[in-house]
């Protein structure tokens, strides 16, 4: 099971410079940075993304900024997607940060 989140849906843009891509849905964009090479030194290899996701198919994106998803394993369809994390409970941890555990609802809801 990989857990990540939609961030682009049917007909946001994808443009891609170099270690770069740009998602933009409703004139919001967002930058995500690509890995150009693994850990090991090894050439990562990018998805070849349209400039315009098509209708049933999302984005998805990792917590990590190194995260393997949509930029390395392209677009995903609509209906692979099998429930919703939602926060059940936050607790502060001592640097300030929020941890947050999660519950998975099943179903899919309409992604806006």
Not at 5 to 28: F, K, N, P, Y
Not at 44 to 53: D, G, R, W, Y
Not at 59 to 74: I, K, Q, T, V
Request: glycine share 10%; charged share 25%; with cysteine.
């Amino acid at each position: 099971m990989l857990i990540k989140r939609v961030v682009g849906v049917a007909g946001d843009t994808i443009e891609q410079s170099g270690a770069s891509l740009r998602l933009c849905h409703s004139g919001e964009c967002r930058e995500l940075e690509v890995m150009v090479a693994d850990s090991r030194g090894d050439v990562m290899l990018k998805a070849n993304l349209p400039s315009v996701i098509p209708e049933g198919y999302v984005f998805l994106a990792g917590e990590h900024p190194l995260s393997l998803d949509s930029r390395y394993l392209g677009l995903w369809q609509l209906h692979s997607v099998r429930g919703r994390l939602v926060p059940v409970l936050t607790t502060k941890i001592p640097e300030g940060e929020f941890h947050q555990r999660y519950r998975i609802q099943r179903g899919l809801e309409a992604v806006s």
